[in-house]
């Protein structure tokens, strides 16, 4: 009995100790005698609150003008100690670029998939090329410049100039008025080479100096080339392929505009302003319907090495028109 009693007056003791625990924290929380909420009154709450604004208020001032000053201290165009070319930097490949982009909800993708006929489908398509190609355009700043100049192999930019790319150059249905294509079943991919200080490209000047994995229906136009104007002309040149044997049969025919590559008088990139990437566009007339197609692109020069894995010297995008 006496067992009992000690148990019993023990768990009462427990009891009480955790109601009292239980009363501390409400107390605690809010306090209806002293008005205290987490142990400040309202004013004290108002007041440690404004001074956390000013401090804060302060705070941001001071980086923004920290900030200000620093960038003030940045010349634009200067150009890095090591660069690309020659210049000691890791990066001595350059990488190539495709547009139109998959949708921000897939941007890791690569795949352009759009339904044919279908205006609200292709929006998104046409509209990403009609802003990639605003800057090219005759009417932009940016081609019209004090800068821009008009280019040949002859005839190469001078210091601080650039050469002019329009995108009225682009023809067939690789055009912003034929909306690219994608609602004429011959949609058009615009290619670009990544830009990379001072590297010039190490262009091919004989038939001898073509690369044996290089398509043979290129080979064929740099050798028609150099048979009827004596000579290759100096361009980073840019083949496009299924990747794989059914892609190559579903790929339909392909059409380069302007030309079937990228002139080498536009590099090196120097950071002039003004300065556009020349631009490659890919038509593919009659690619398969209802099949997707791994397409890869490439681009030929000397100096330009083709890694899969890092994504050198070529691009990878897939097409699949329902």
């Not at 650039?162 to 249905?173: A, H, R, S, T």
Request: hydrophobic fraction near 35%.
């Amino acid at each position: 009995m006496a067992a009992e009693e000690g148990s019993g007056s023990g768990g009462g003791a427990f009891m009480k100790r955790a109601s009292e625990r239980d009363d501390s924290f409400k107390t605690f929380v809010w306090n209806s005698e002293t008005k205290q909420f987490l142990g400040r009154t309202g004013a004290s709450w108002f007041k440690i609150g404004v001074f956390y604004i000013i401090f804060y208020i302060f705070l941001a001032g001071f980086f923004a003008v920290m900030m200000t000053v620093f960038y003030q201290t940045l010349d634009t165009s200067y150009l890095p100690k090591y660069t690309p070319g020659g210049g000691g930097s890791l990066l001595r490949n350059p990488a190539m670029g495709f547009r139109p982009l998959p949708r921000h909800e897939n941007v890791e993708s690569t795949l352009i998939w759009y339904k044919n006929g279908d205006n609200d489908d292709i929006k998104h398509w046409v509209e990403s090329l009609n802003k990639f190609i605003k800057p090219y355009e005759g009417t932009s700043e940016v081609t019209s410049g004090q800068h821009v100049t008009d280019c040949n192999e002859d005839k190469l930019p001078k210091e601080n100039e650039v050469c002019q790319f329009e995108d009225k150059w682009l023809k067939g249905k690789c055009q912003k008025a034929e909306k690219w294509g994608y609602d004429k079943e011959s949609p058009c991919i615009l290619l670009k080479l990544n830009k990379m200080i001072r590297w010039e490209p190490e262009v091919y000047t004989s038939n001898d100096e073509l690369p044996s994995n290089m398509p043979l229906s290129l080979q064929n136009i740099i050798k028609d080339y150099n048979s009827t104007e004596g000579k290759v002309p100096k361009m980073i040149w840019v083949s496009c392929e299924g990747e794989n044997p059914a892609d190559q049969e579903y790929i339909g025919p392909i059409t380069y505009y302007p030309w079937q590559g990228f002139p080498a008088y536009f590099f090196p990139y120097l950071n002039t302003p003004g300065y556009l990437p020349p631009i490659v566009a890919v038509e593919f007339q009659r690619p398969m319907s209802n099949v997707l197609i791994n397409i890869e692109c490439r681009a030929w020069a000397k100096n330009i090495v083709h890694d899969r894995q890092n994504r050198l010297g070529l691009v990878h995008f897939e097409l699949l028109k329902d």
